[in-house]
C-alpha cells in the first residue's frame, strides 16, 4: 500500500507567521529525494528555497503559485515510491539509476516524527538529493479551493485583468479556462463599434511580502526617529581617477570596482573620529548603545522591494575583500534571495541613488540604525579650482574654472543623540577622503 507525507509549511527560521509561494519546482509524478527543491516561499524579509523533508512520488501541489499560507499548512502531498518504479515518469528527464537508489530509509521519518515541527534547517545531506531538471509550474487547477479549472497562464492573466474566473465562461469542453477566454472576454466584439473594455485602467496588487514589512519599518522610522539631513556637494575627480587606476590593477581583477566602494570605505574611516554615528538609540532600555563593530548595510532595489544587505564588520576588511562582499551582497540582493541573516544587525546604511541620476536626497533612517548616508549622481560640472594650495578663498587667487566629477553627499541621522556637529564632522571626513583618497592617511 503506498502512503503518503504531507509537507507543512515550515518556521524559516525568521520569526514570522506566515508565507506566499512564489513557483513550484516539482509537478505531480516527479519522484524526488530529500533536500530536493520543491518551490520558492516569499516571507517578509527574503525569498526562500524550499528543500523537501522527504522522498518520492509528489502526489499534489495543495497550494497555488500567489497563494498566502499560515505556518503549518500542508502545502504538497509526497507518496512513497511503488517498489516496480525503478524510474521518474515519463515527464521528469533524471536517468533511472538515480531514482532506483531509494530505500525506505530515505523515504520518509515514522508518522511520529512527522508531526515534528520542520525548519529549514538539517534536512539531511545535499549529496543524496536527485539531480534533475527544475520545473516552475502551478498548482492544479482547482487547487486552494477555488473550485475553478483553469490554466496557469490563465490564473496569472487574470490576476493581471482582475477578473474574476467564476464570471469566465469557458470554450473547452473539459471545462478548464484559458487565456484565449480571457482575450476573447476582454476584446471589442467584431460587430460593434463599442470597446468591450474602458481604453487605460488601473491594477491592484495586494501589499504583503518584503514590501509590506520594509513600507511598515519606514513608517515606524521616519515618525519615531526626529531625522535631520544635512548635505555637501564634493569635486570627486580623484575618487574617479582612483576607480580608473583600480580597475587596471591585478588585485581587483575579480572586483567590480565603482566609486561606492571608495565611498564605503571612507564611511569606515570617517566612523573613527566620530564613533557617535554608528550607535544607536535603546528607547526601551533609555540607552545609548555603541557599537565596536560596523555592519554596513547597502540599499538595494529589488522587483519584490527594498533590501538592505549588511556586510558584517565591514570595518575590519581590505579594500580587495570590502569590494568583493559588497559585489556579492548587492548580486544577491537583485534576485530577492538575500538570506534574513544578512539583513538583520547592521549598524549603518549607504543608499546609492547616483544610478538613477538624482543629484541627492533626504533618505529615512534603517530601522535599528542611528544614520544613513545617500551617495548621488557624478556629473560633469563646471568647478572652480586652484592651482594653489594657500590661496585666499574669493580672491581669484589662482583660481579658474575646469571642467570635474562633481557629486552630492546626504547625511540623515537620529537627532536625539546625534547632534549637527557630530553630523557635519563626520560628513566632512567622508567628502574629504573622496574629494581626496590620498588624505584617508590621516585617518
Given at each position: 500500500m503506498v502512503t503518503s507525507n504531507e509537507f507543512k509549511l515550515p518556521d524559516v527560521g525568521e520569526g514570522l507567521t506566515e508565507a506566499e509561494i512564489v513557483e513550484w519546482h516539482v509537478a505531480v509524478g516527479d519522484v524526488i529525494k530529500v533536500n530536493d527543491?520543491?518551490?520558492?516561499?516569499?516571507?517578509?524579509?527574503?525569498?526562500?528555497e524550499l528543500p523537501s523533508p522527504y522522498a518520492g512520488v509528489v502526489q499534489e501541489l495543495l497550494v497555488e503559485v500567489g497563494t498566502e499560507v499560515q505556518v503549518g499548512t500542508p502545502i504538497i502531498r509526497i507518496g512513497d515510491a511503488p517498489a516496480e518504479t525503478s524510474a521518474p515518469s515519463a515527464e521528469a528527464s533524471a536517468p533511472s539509476a538515480e531514482t532506483s537508489a531509494l530505500s525506505p530509509e530515505t523515504s520518509g521519518p515514522e508518522p511520529e516524527e512527522a508531526e515534528k515541527p520542520l525548519t529549514l534547517v538539517g534536512y539531511g545531506s545535499k549529496e543524496?538529493?536527485?539531480?534533475?531538471?527544475?520545473?516552475?509550474?502551478?498548482a492544479p487547477a482547482a487547487a486552494a479551493g477555488t473550485g475553478v479549472l483553469a490554466k496557469p497562464t490563465a490564473r496569472k492573466l487574470a490576476r493581471d485583468l482582475g477578473v474574476d474566473l467564476a464570471t469566465v465562461t469557458p470554450e473547452r469542453d473539459d471545462?478548464?479556462?484559458?487565456?484565449?477566454?480571457?482575450?476573447?472576454?476582454?476584446?471589442?466584439?467584431?460587430?460593434?463599434?463599442?470597446?468591450?473594455?474602458?481604453?487605460?485602467?488601473?491594477?491592484?496588487?495586494?501589499?504583503?511580502?518584503?514590501r509590506k514589512q520594509m513600507g511598515q519599518a519606514m513608517v515606524d522610522s521616519a515618525f519615531t526617529v526626529p531625522h535631520v539631513t544635512v548635505w555637501t556637494t564634493v569635486d570627486v575627480t580623484r575618487t574617479s581617477e582612483l576607480v580608473a587606476g583600480?580597475?587596471?590593477?591585478?588585485?581587483?581583477?575579480?572586483?567590480?570596482?565603482?566609486?561606492?566602494?571608495?565611498?564605503?570605505?571612507?564611511?569606515?574611516?570617517?566612523?573613527?573620529?566620530?564613533?557617535?554615528?554608528?550607535?544607536w538609540w535603546d528607547e526601551?532600555?533609555?540607552?545609548?548603545?555603541?557599537?565596536?563593530?560596523?555592519?554596513?548595510?547597502?540599499?538595494?532595489?529589488?522587483?519584490?522591494?527594498?533590501?538592505?544587505?549588511?556586510?558584517?564588520?565591514?570595518?575590519?576588511?581590505?579594500?580587495?575583500?570590502?569590494?568583493?562582499?559588497?559585489?556579492?551582497?548587492?548580486?544577491?540582493?537583485?534576485?530577492?534571495?538575500?538570506?534574513?541573516?544578512?539583513?538583520?544587525?547592521?549598524?549603518?546604511?549607504?543608499?546609492?541613488?547616483?544610478?538613477?541620476?538624482?543629484?541627492?536626497?533626504?533618505?529615512?533612517?534603517?530601522?535599528?540604525?542611528?544614520?544613513?548616508?545617500?551617495v548621488g549622481a557624478i556629473k560633469r560640472q563646471p568647478w572652480v579650482v586652484s592651482t594653489s594650495s594657500t590661496h585666499r578663498v574669493g580672491t581669484g587667487e589662482d583660481e579658474r574654472i575646469e571642467p570635474r566629477d562633481v557629486c552630492t553627499l546626504a547625511l540623515s541621522f537620529d537627532h536625539r543623540h546625534i547632534d549637527g556637529e557630530a553630523g557635519s564632522l563626520f560628513l566632512a571626513d567622508v567628502a574629504r577622503i573622496v574629494g581626496d583618497p590620498s588624505t584617508a592617511l590621516l585617518f
Amino acid at each position: 500500500m503506498v502512503t503518503s507525507n504531507e509537507f507543512k509549511l515550515p518556521d524559516v527560521g525568521e520569526g514570522l507567521t506566515e508565507a506566499e509561494i512564489v513557483e513550484w519546482h516539482v509537478a505531480v509524478g516527479d519522484v524526488i529525494k530529500v533536500n530536493d527543491p520543491v518551490c520558492d516561499i516569499e516571507t517578509a524579509k527574503s525569498v526562500v528555497e524550499l528543500p523537501s523533508p522527504y522522498a518520492g512520488v509528489v502526489q499534489e501541489l495543495l497550494v497555488e503559485v500567489g497563494t498566502e499560507v499560515q505556518v503549518g499548512t500542508p502545502i504538497i502531498r509526497i507518496g512513497d515510491a511503488p517498489a516496480e518504479t525503478s524510474a521518474p515518469s515519463a515527464e521528469a528527464s533524471a536517468p533511472s539509476a538515480e531514482t532506483s537508489a531509494l530505500s525506505p530509509e530515505t523515504s520518509g521519518p515514522e508518522p511520529e516524527e512527522a508531526e515534528k515541527p520542520l525548519t529549514l534547517v538539517g534536512y539531511g545531506s545535499k549529496e543524496d538529493a536527485v539531480v534533475r531538471r527544475n520545473r516552475t509550474v502551478s498548482a492544479p487547477a482547482a487547487a486552494a479551493g477555488t473550485g475553478v479549472l483553469a490554466k496557469p497562464t490563465a490564473r496569472k492573466l487574470a490576476r493581471d485583468l482582475g477578473v474574476d474566473l467564476a464570471t469566465v465562461t469557458p470554450e473547452r469542453d473539459d471545462g478548464v479556462i484559458t487565456t484565449a477566454d480571457l482575450e476573447n472576454l476582454t476584446a471589442a466584439p467584431a460587430s460593434s463599434t463599442e470597446p468591450a473594455a474602458p481604453v487605460g485602467g488601473e491594477r491592484r496588487e495586494p501589499i504583503k511580502g518584503l514590501r509590506k514589512q520594509m513600507g511598515q519599518a519606514m513608517v515606524d522610522s521616519a515618525f519615531t526617529v526626529p531625522h535631520v539631513t544635512v548635505w555637501t556637494t564634493v569635486d570627486v575627480t580623484r575618487t574617479s581617477e582612483l576607480v580608473a587606476g583600480l580597475k587596471a590593477n591585478r588585485d581587483f581583477a575579480e572586483v567590480r570596482v565603482s566609486p561606492l566602494l571608495i565611498v564605503a570605505k571612507a564611511t569606515l574611516l570617517a566612523m573613527r573620529r566620530t564613533p557617535i554615528i554608528n550607535s544607536w538609540w535603546d528607547e526601551a532600555a533609555q540607552e545609548i548603545v555603541f557599537k565596536d563593530y560596523v555592519n554596513l548595510g547597502i540599499a538595494a532595489a529589488t522587483p519584490r522591494g527594498l533590501q538592505v544587505p549588511n556586510v558584517k564588520g565591514a570595518d575590519r576588511m581590505s579594500l580587495v575583500d570590502l569590494g568583493t562582499a559588497i559585489n556579492e551582497l548587492t548580486a544577491t540582493a537583485r534576485t530577492g534571495k538575500t538570506p534574513p541573516a544578512d539583513q538583520t544587525g547592521g549598524t549603518f546604511t549607504i543608499t546609492n541613488i547616483g544610478p538613477f541620476g538624482i543629484d541627492g536626497g533626504a533618505p529615512i533612517i534603517n530601522p535599528g540604525e542611528s544614520a544613513i548616508l545617500s551617495v548621488g549622481a557624478i556629473k560633469r560640472q563646471p568647478w572652480v579650482v586652484s592651482t594653489s594650495s594657500t590661496h585666499r578663498v574669493g580672491t581669484g587667487e589662482d583660481e579658474r574654472i575646469e571642467p570635474r566629477d562633481v557629486c552630492t553627499l546626504a547625511l540623515s541621522f537620529d537627532h536625539r543623540h546625534i547632534d549637527g556637529e557630530a553630523g557635519s564632522l563626520f560628513l566632512a571626513d567622508v567628502a574629504r577622503i573622496v574629494g581626496d583618497p590620498s588624505t584617508a592617511l590621516l585617518f
